[in-house]
C-alpha cells in the first residue's frame, strides 16, 4: 500500500489548507459572539439583562417548556433565535425546547436527530463565549448523551461534576455516566493532519564519527532531513455484551504517515481483541490480546504480537486513574538482531479543576531486550499537561514531558561514551496546541500544534533536535 504518487497533490493541498484554515481558524467570530455573555440561573432565567422588546415572548416560552409543550415553545422562540442579535437566555430556552422536542412520543428519527443537533449548536455558542457556564455545559452534555455520543457527554459531565453542582446534579449526572459506560458498544475515530517537520527521522546533525580513534564522515542521507508531510488515522471498536458486567472487546488502528520521495513514509496497522468487566460503579478492567505490524519506506518491517492489561477508576467527582501493562514480542523482516521481548507499564491521572480547566499526570516505564546487546535499554517517562477553555472560543494547551533511558553497554559506535560508562539519554518534548471551539464542522475543530523536542546523549551521533508542527482536525464538542 502506498500513498506516494498522490504526494505532490497531498502538498499543494496541505500548503493552501494550512495558510487558509489558520488564518479562519483564528480569525471567524462564533455564532452569537455579537451579543453578551451573562450568568444563567438554574431556572435558565438571565440576570441583568433588559428585555424590552421580547419578555413576553420569553415568559411565554419558559412556561411552555416548563409545561413540557416544548413544541409550541420552538414555535415562538425560533423567529427570536435569528435576530441578531440574539440574547443569551433566548438561546438557551431555544436549547432546552429542543432537546424537550426531540424526546416527544412519536417523534421520527431523523426530526430528533435535527432537534438534538439544533440544541447542540445553541449550548455550544453559548460555552465559546463563557466556558464556565455550568448548567449550559451540563444540558449539552445531556444532548450528546441522548445522540449516544458518549464520548462527548463524557467529557462535559465531567466538567459539570468540577463545578460543584447541587447534589440532585450530581446524582443525574453519575447516572448517566453509569449508563454510558453501560451501553458502550461501537467506537470509531478518524483524523487527518498537515505536518511540517524539520527532522522527519530524529537524526544527528554531527558528520563526524570517531572508530578505533579514527574520525569517520557520516553519509548525507543519515544526516537531517525536513519536509512536510500529511497522516490519517482512523480505528473502531465493538464491545459485544456477555453479560450484565462484562463485554468483548474486538478492534484495529490504522495509522499512514506520508512525506515526499517516500523514504520516511510509515504505516501501522495494529488489532486487539479481549474481554472487559465492569467492576462496581466506578471501575473497569480488560485484558486484550495484540498484534501490530509496522511497515516504513513502503516496506515491510516488524511485527509484534502480545498481552495488554488496561484499567480505570473514578476517584470522586474529579479525578480519573488509568492504567495500562503491555508485554510482548517483537520480530523484524531484516534486522533479525533486534527481534526481542518489549514490556510497558503506564500510570496516569486526569483532574478537572473546574469547568474549564483539566489536567493530566502519566509516568511510565519500559524495556526492550532485543538480540543485539547494543540496542537493550530500560526507560523511565513522565509528563504532565493543562488544557484550558478560554472565553472567545479558544482553547489552549500545553505539555511537557521527560524521557530517560538507560543502556546495557557504551552505544552503537567504540568510544560512544567514556570507558566503563553505558550509554544514556534524555529526551525532552514541548508541546502547545491552540484551537478554536467556535470553529466547528460536524463537530470537528482545526487545531494548530507546535512541539519541541530534544535528547541529549553521552553517545556518538545520538543527539538531535526536532521541531514540528501540525494542523488537525480533533473533536472537543
Known sequence: ????????????????????????????????????????????????????????????????????????????????????????????LAGLASIGAAGEPGMDEETREKLLDAAIRVFRALLVEDPGLVRVRLELGRAFFLKSEDGLAR??????????????????????????????????????????????????????????????????????????????????????PLGPRS???????????????????????????????????????????????????????????????????????RTTGRMRTYLGERRHDRSTALDGPVMDVSVGMSHVLTPALRADLNIGWSKERPDREVNRNASRRASAGVRAALPRGFTLGGSVSMRWTDYDTAGPFPQSAPAGERREDLTRSFRVDLNHRGFTWRGFSPRLSLVKEERTSNAQVSDYERTFGELSFVRLF
Open 1 to 92: 500500500m502506498t500513498l506516494t504518487p498522490l504526494y505532490p497533490l497531498f502538498r499543494r493541498i496541505s500548503t493552501l489548507l494550512m495558510v487558509v484554515l489558520s488564518c479562519v481558524m483564528l480569525a471567524v467570530p462564533a455564532w452569537g459572539q455579537e451579543t453578551a455573555s451573562p450568568e444563567l440561573s438554574e431556572s435558565g432565567n438571565q440576570e441583568g439583562v433588559n428585555l424590552p422588546e421580547s419578555e413576553n415572548t420569553e415568559e411565554r416560552a419558559k412556561a411552555l417548556i416548563d409545561r413540557g409543550r416544548y413544541v409550541e415553545a420552538l414555535a415562538i422562540l425560533d423567529p427570536l433565535v435569528k435576530e441578531r442579535p440574539v440574547h443569551a437566555n433566548i438561546l438557551f
Open 247 to 317: 463485554r468483548l472487546r474486538s478492534g484495529f488502528d490504522l495509522s499512514r504517515h506520508e512525506y515526499s520521495g517516500g523514504k520516511h513514509d510509515r504505516m501501522t496497522v495494529a488489532a486487539h481483541a479481549g474481554p472487559r468487566w465492569l467492576i462496581g460503579n466506578r471501575s473497569e478492567a480488560s485484558l486484550l490480546a495484540t498484534v501490530r505490524w509496522d511497515e516504513r519506506a513502503n516496506d515491510s518491517y516488524s511485527d509484534e504480537y502480545g498481552i495488554r492489561m488496561e484499567g480505570s477508576r473514578r476517584f470522586g467527582r
Open 155 to 240: 467529557r462535559h459531565f465531567e466538567a459539570v461534576l468540577a463545578g460543584n453542582p447541587p447534589a440532585p446534579v450530581v446524582a443525574n449526572v453519575n447516572r448517566f455516566l453509569r449508563q454510558m459506560r453501560a451501553r458502550k458498544r461501537w467506537t470509531t475515530r478518524i483524523g487527518f493532519a498537515i505536518a511540517p517537520d524539520s527532522n522527519i527521522s530524529s537524526q544527528s546533525e554531527e558528520r563526524t564519527i570517531y572508530i578505533g580513534g579514527l574520525p569517520f564522515q557520516r553519509d548525507q542521507e543519515d544526516l537531517t532531513d525536513s519536509g512536510v508531510g500529511v497522516s490519517v488515522w482512523g480505528g473502531a471498536e465493538y464491545q459485544h
